[in-house]
């Protein structure tokens, strides 16, 4: 968690700097008086490696992945809810009477 | 639906809590999501909460919500007097509610006084006639009192409006294997599969109905699905690695003389024998031997 | 192009944000006024089985391989033969909704309250924005726009100079009108937001036909290839066993 989050200040720091070049070079274009055509080689890679640096902190700070899989632990279905809705209540624990002295106090 | 991990949470939880140790609304909470039925655990630290007039007003409006959750397991447990005052609190904060209604209707029920509940529930009704749950109720007050046909002929009728609802389904379904009825429990289970394909404990108990109901065919079908339950539970249902292997003796007993068919089967079968050991080996070393034995058995015969 | 104009302070003290305020508060009023008339209807026995029917139908055909074909087979002949299918609606029997409104008197009351909550605060802010507020420039957008949207921002000038980014007092109001959702969702919380595009939508869909979707569910049933996914879990199974014996 921590790791990704620095990587990926990191990564805003690189496209940061990213962008920063492409102005300059853009008025250092504008000085020359040529056409701006494509950022220079080192700026795309920089850009690059920011996008992936980005992707992967954005990919692993906000939490973990959970499976898919149907019999993953998470989604396993061990057991069916207790049908709630049609429980009754004439069963044996009519018969086993439970602590007695239990009481809503007001 | 009961995952593994939080039915290893529910258990954790269980056991703190009965230790003393705290996290106890998370415990209830719990228990209510995942709808499962520990009415006795419910009722002693779920009164432990409302007793304690400091706890209490920490949960703010989910007060009402625990109220009405140790009512019911109240009434699941017998201690009425528990339920009726949990009922009055109830009543005094929702009057007219018709689910406090609902709630008086099943302590007339416990207490076994079955035409006054039904009064209560038939005047529920004339309220708002499309109450499900109080429908239901009034379906299950006829299962409590055993009269099984009158449950079957409610639910017939409650299915034939609100056919999508598969807890309905699911207890016509219990209803009809305890009578034996089974072709009609197996439509049922088909339902179940319908509408929560990806339920395993479905497939399974359709397999289960389809073996006991027997014939070549049935047989076929069952271990399908059993096969089935084993996908979707990767291995981990013991009783549908039983249900491969009792499948495929039937079906060698059946079809004995007549050409064999495919030897896959054959290999599930062993694979799921095998797996069988495997996990008893790793859960209940004591039992192997035991399972060995059933298994050769089996084989035998 | 015309030269930049200078909007007075005044302006925006006086116009533009009492407009938007005024706006925000009708909006919230209306919704709590018409959370107040809206009548609880218990919907009737037979709409709640024809929504249950479809829910069930699509259940079976989004599962349809899970079961066994003779099953299934038999399943589809129960939902959709031509005699009393349940998907099956027999024609002429499907009202339409203005014959069922006419003979439902609450339902025209229903379509009466909604329209009440609608029409009558915004003829009455329309008008009193008309009154107070017609006739004069409230603010100005910061990007240029083409003269398209002349007629949307500056309702109420008749000047063909001005540059289309201003937005005239009444425009400002249609704007605020149609704009407030995503804030009404910020404040009523998500669910409740609905502003008058929205509910104009939903009159004009009123009483959808229920047996239309039936028709729909029916029709997409009888086209419907079973193909029983099951023997191909044989070999999956085989496969997870093999792995968990490993």
Known sequence: MNIGFVIGVFGILILAHATYSTIQYRSYL??????????PFNVVVELILGLVLCLWAALAVPGKFLSIHPDSEENRIVSLPANLDFMIFNHRGRALPTDVNMKLKC | MVGASEEVELNRLENQVDNGGGGVWEYLCLVRKLKVRRSDKVLKHGLSILNDSKKRSKLGGEEWTLYEQVAVAAIDCQCLDVAKDCIKALQKQFPESRRVGRLEGMLLEAKGLW??????????LEDNPLDQVIH??????AKAQGNVSAAIEGLNKYLDIYMADHDAWRELAEIYVSLQLYRQAAFCYEELILSQPTVPLHHLAYADVLYTLGGVENLQIAK???????????????????????CTIALGQLTKGRNKEDKESSELHSLAATALGKDYKYRAPDKVSLLTATLGNLKLS | MAEDLVLDTAIRDWVLIPLSVVMVLIGILRYFVSKLMRSSQTPDAKIVKEGQIVVRARNLRAAANFIPAKSFRSRRAYYSNEENGLLHVPKGQAQNPQAQMFSD??????????NLSMIIP???????????????????IPFPLTQRFRSMLQNGIDLSSVDVSYVSSRSWYFLNLFGLRGLFSLILGEENATDDTQRMMQMSGFGMDPSKSLGAEKDSLDILQHEWALPKFEQRAEAVLRKLIK
């Open chain 3, 122 to 140: 915004q003829t009455l802010t329309f008008a009193w924005v008309n009154f107070f507020f017609s006739g004069f420039v409230a603010a100005k």
């Open chain 2, 224 to 246: 399908k699905y059993y096969a089935a339950t084993i996908d979707l539970t990767g291995g981990k249902n013991t009783r549908a690695l039983y249900g491969i292997c009792l």
């Open chain 2, 136 to 141: 239901k109720r009034k379906i299950s007050m």
């Open chain 2, 115 to 124: 035409a006054d509940a039904e009064k209560a529930y038939s005047s529920l």
């Open chain 3, 105 to 114: 008197p609450n339902m025209a009351m229903d379509m009466m309250k909604k």
């Open chain 1, 30 to 39: 504008k000085i020359l008086e040529e056409e701006f055509s494509s950022p």
